[in-house]
């Protein structure tokens, strides 16, 4: 016997949203006993604690997060549900994440015109590193994602979308590199761990026993080619992205070996395709 509901499961997101109690009892137009008295009977029928306590506030447990993964999706599907009975037309939140680099050099074209043909649908982009996005997916935190060659994502559905050709990039006059020994002893400017080109360009510089002299980490391309440009390492990113950002003319190129260079972005999933996805899907199928 089915011991959740939806109206309890709103409940239990709302306090988690609201970061609480008293701001989750306002939004959802409700006295306070009344959330707290759902939230316990909620963990009863679990049997186990969905918040513990942290100073004065609420955090989630880890039976808590797990549940919240679930609602998410539940509610995703609900929405969904009663649009495609109501109209057959794709609405609602579709929350994709994406590798930087895709969402400067290949998406705008591709969700501006999904926007224009399904305007029911609310696109929340989401970015991070190939492997952060792909737990996200498995998480159920997202609905898809948009990410590079090498990744593991057992038990997602994968479909390839894009073709990048890679390069490396380091400043101005610095001598044509022509094998990864040629990167001896500079520094390798990077996103973090996760990052699916670090990797590749990592295991290129370790076939050859090669070690940069130090790793610079950042959050942003632009600021990676800001500091290639300077002198400070080299990297390597999607030359579509150099053009996007018009920044091929502000660094040096280098070709690099076709097991390098050559690379695929794939859009994952987690399950069964909603409609947004779907017609995501069949949008990227003709691009």
Request: some cysteine; charged content about 20%.
């Amino acid at each position: 016997m089915r011991t959740i509901d939806l109206e309890s499961l709103e409940i239990f997101r709302t306090v988690v949203e609201e970061g609480g109690i008293i701001r989750a009892s306002e939004k959802l137009h409700r006295v306070q006993s009344n959330v707290t008295t759902r939230i316990k009977q909620l963990e009863q029928r679990l049997g186990t604690a969905l918040f513990r306590k942290q100073g004065r506030g609420l955090v989630l447990s880890a039976e808590g997060e797990l549940l919240l993964s679930y609602a998410q999706r539940l509610f995703r599907l609900a929405d969904e549900a009663e649009a495609e009975l109501r109209n057959g037309v794709a609405t609602g939140v579709f929350r994709v994440g994406s590798l930087e680099s895709t969402a400067g050099s290949r998406l705008p074209p591709i969700l501006s015109r999904f926007h224009k043909q399904y305007p029911g649908v609310v696109v929340e982009l989401v970015t991070g590193t190939t492997g952060a996005l792909v737990q996200r997916v498995a998480n159920y935190e997202i609905e898809a994602a948009f990410v590079s060659e090498p990744f593991t994502a057992p038990g997602l559905q994968a479909m390839k979308v894009f073709e990048e050709e890679l390069v490396l990039v380091t400043a101005k006059g610095v001598p044509e590199v022509k094998r990864a020994a040629d990167l001896e002893g500079m520094t390798l400017i990077a996103f973090a761990d996760g990052c699916s080109y670090r990797r590749r360009l990592q295991d290129w510089l370790g076939a050859s026993a090669v070690m940069p002299a130090r790793t610079l980490e950042f959050g942003s391309y632009q600021a990676m080619i800001a500091c290639v440009a300077a002198g400070t390492g080299f990297a390597l990113v999607p030359r579509s992205l150099l053009f996007a950002l018009r920044a091929a003319h502000e660094v040096q190129q280098h070709e690099v070996p076709a097991k390098v260079r050559k690379n695929h972005t794939h859009l994952v999933w987690n399950g069964t395709a909603s409609t947004a996805l779907k017609r995501l899907q069949e949008m990227l199928a003709l691009n």
